[in-house]
């Protein structure tokens, strides 16, 4: 699947066949968790693979009672470490960016599952408490996300989305951008121009040099 395709038709899913999901299709998931990015490559993050229905039922417990949990054969309990960020960023890496960090693996981790036709979830809502319990997570990691991947058994209709001119601005905060359709052929204007004029430089550069 094309990388914008994946991102744009990527859907979270709450129900799932009862179909068991194969381990090499798992093993991509947790290595495109792996190989995120993270502030000063310190990967500070831990995956935790839940397959038991009993710790699964657990986990659905403690996110609200969200029994449609469940149903998913595989749970990943993504955590960070904020410690190890700390010690290279101080307070804001162990505030912000031990928390960007794992934010990341697990996007990585919904579009790599999407990718090879599963679906998944990203569950943010639970008590860390009980789910630090459930699993016996060191007091040194945090659990920020469980993410359930299964087979899915629906097809969750397109999120009402805002547009990108509705989200942008351009240069500062608030100067919006009236018509974006117009500013992009702009734009595209501008570096073509750059993009001409910095091939005339490096040809007079060369032309220099050969002399």
């Not at 090499?24 to 990015?37: T, Y």
């Not at 090879?116 to 997570?137: E, H, N, P, Y």
Request: hydrophobic fraction near 40%; include cysteine.
């Amino acid at each position: 699947m094309e990388t914008l395709e994946c991102i744009e038709s990527r859907r979270s899913v709450r129900k799932y066949l009862d179909l068991p999901v194969e381990f090499e299709k798992i093993g991509n998931i947790l290595n495109a968790g792996r190989l995120a990015p993270s502030a000063g490559n310190v990967q500070d993050w831990k995956f935790i693979l839940v397959t038991e229905h009993d710790l699964r039922k657990q986990l659905a417990e403690a996110s609200m009672q969200q029994y449609w949990m469940e149903g998913a054969p595989i749970h990943i309990v993504v955590c960070s470490q904020p410690a190890k960020s700390d010690r290279m960023y101080g307070k804001r890496g162990q505030e912000l960016y031990s928390v960007q960090n794992a934010a990341a693996a697990a996007q990585n981790m919904l579009l790599a599952a999407h990718d090879q036709g599963l679906g998944s979830c990203w569950v943010g809502a639970f008590s860390d408490t009980m789910v630090k319990r459930i699993l016996s997570i060191s007091e040194t990691a945090k659990p920020l996300a469980i993410i359930t991947i299964g087979y899915a058994d629906e097809e969750p209709k397109h999120p009402s989305k805002y547009t990108v001119d509705n989200i942008t601005y351009i240069e500062r905060w608030g100067n919006r951008i009236k018509d974006f359709a117009a500013y992009v052929g702009y734009y595209s204007q501008h570096v073509a121009h750059g993009a001409i004029a910095a091939k005339s430089a490096m040809k007079k550069f060369l032309d220099k040099w050969k002399k």
